[in-house]
């Protein structure tokens, strides 16, 4: 049973916004010798994120960093919204919702890390995986019971859906 107010939170997203390392990643960094980056996505996240977008929920990426790997991932999961290399967080999440017409109460964020707090203390749902920066965690409705790219992003989605009561729909084909 999900507590009636992170319910009510919930029950209102219609975009879900992540930080990459950290979240969608276990944050670790794996440089080869050609100089290429190698990062490990957890399947079940990309499940999650598909099963919202099923729902109707728009899902992206905010991320200070530039990853060719992040950007495969994220285009192959359809996200609409694909920022790299952003300096300002809270400036991107200001243009996105804007384009969208969506409201800040309307927004998940899901983030590890200080340079996150811009854009987890403007949303209706900020979210964080259990192993996120200790300082994150006070301001945050929702912690993860699993860590970055292993599967809090799918624990974060499978809550918002049920709190939408999409669960049901989004998940008929499978069961």
């Known amino acids: ?9 919930a029950g209102r997203v219609r975009l879900i916004l992540m930080d990459v390392d950290g979240v969608l990643t276990d944050g670790g960094l794996f ?3 050609d ?3 190698v990062k490990v996505f957890n399947v079940r996240d990309g499940a999650g994120i598909k099963l919202a977008q099923r729902a109707g929920i728009r899902t992206g990426i905010i991320s200070g960093r530039e990853s060719d790997a992040a950007l495969r991932r994220a285009e192959e999961l359809g996200m609409e919204e694909i920022h790299q ?3 300002d967080k809270k400036a991107t999440y200001e243009e996105i919702i804007g384009r969208l017409e969506v409201a800040d109460e ?5 983030g590890d890390d200080l340079v996150d707090l811009p854009v987890m203390r403007r949303v209706g749902l900020p979210a964080a995986p259990c192993d996120a920066h200790p300082s994150v965690l006070g301001y945050v409705s929702l912690v993860a019971s ?3 790219g292993r599967g809090a992003v799918r624990e974060v989605i499978d809550l918002i859906l049920q709190a939408k009561d999409k669960w049901r729909e989004v998940t ?3 069961v």
């Open 1 to 9: 049973m999900i507590e009636k107010g992170l319910a009510e939170k």
């Open 31 to 33: 440089y080869l010798a």
């Open 35 to 37: 100089g290429s980056e």
């Open 85 to 87: 290399q952003v300096e």
């Open 106 to 110: 309307e927004v998940c964020f899901i």
């Open 146 to 148: 699993r860590g970055g």
């Open 172 to 174: 008929a084909p499978y």
